[in-house]
């Protein structure tokens, strides 16, 4: 919490490395790089201006303080930086000295959970067997637990019966209508999965109708394996912190 005064008053930027982290409207915004930042908090921290002052007294009137000033005057050093999959916002642990970003697309807060029965029967359409229906049933129950890993959800059977459609419909708990975009195609990760997940897609990965292939042509069974019981990831960023993914993915193979 901000109880203490004094904590509030550091807690305005929070630096890691060369970038910067501006607390504004109750939760903390993106990366800034040092060249931006200076603009940047003129902008974040004017609704502060009484208790922020961005400028000093110089030799020939008022002068804007640099960076470094700020966040001795105003912020706090981060030790790491991290992305948590099920993190609504950005927000930073004074105690640990950690921030915690959110992905791009966090876990949609507008969608209320309806039930519809010809929804189940289309469902347990997928298989006769009824103990694979209530696996398959379990895995969307437990879809958005991604603080732990869970089985890849293989779905086997003739065109047009739907199967990339569920992998899609499951990743609208992510992503909104008006991005356009889906489920994370697992091909487009294969390389270098982490920076996908968090930035551009979801933590909902779908191989549509072939796995990832090593470059004899080989489906990459190892690297699957890795992914699919993987709780953190480190990720390597250019002009931002590197963080540490944390988080499980959600996978649906549509063969």
Not at 8 to 21: A, E, T
Not at 48 to 62: D, F, M, T, Y
Not at 117 to 128: G, K, N, P, Q
Request: with cysteine; hydrophobic share 40%.
């Amino acid at each position: 919490g901000l109880q203490d005064p004094i904590e509030l008053k550091k807690r305005w930027v929070v630096r890691r490395g060369k970038c910067f982290y501006f607390f504004i409207g109750g939760r903390y915004t993106r990366a800034y790089e040092e060249g931006e930042a200076s603009n940047m908090a003129r902008i974040a921290l004017a609704p502060a201006s009484r208790s922020v002052k961005l400028w000093r007294e110089g030799q020939q009137g008022p002068v804007p303080m640099k960076m470094s000033e700020i966040v001795e005057a105003y912020g706090t050093v981060a030790n790491a930086v991290r992305i948590d999959l099920t993190a609504q916002h950005n927000t930073y642990d004074q105690r640990t000295k950690i921030l915690t970003e959110a992905p791009q697309y966090p876990i949609r807060q507008d969608i209320e959970p309806v039930y519809h029965e010809i929804v189940e029967e289309w469902l347990r359409s997928f298989t006769e067997d009824e103990r694979l229906q209530e696996k398959l049933l379990d895995w969307l129950a437990t879809l958005l637990h991604l603080d732990e890993p869970t089985a890849a959800l293989v779905l086997h059977g003739q065109a047009q019966t739907g199967k990339t459609f569920l992998a899609h419909a499951c990743a609208r708990l992510w992503m909104p209508p008006e991005t356009g975009m889906g489920a994370t195609d697992l091909d487009d990760i294969a390389g270098n999965w982490t920076s996908v997940l968090v930035e551009e897609g979801c933590p909902l990965l779908l191989a549509d109708e072939n796995l990832p292939k090593d470059y004899q042509g080989n489906p990459r069974i190892d690297f699957l394996r890795r992914l699919i019981a993987r709780r953190t990831q480190s990720l390597r960023r250019k002009g931002i912190p590197d963080a540490q993914i944390v988080g499980a993915a959600r996978i649906v193979i549509a063969l």
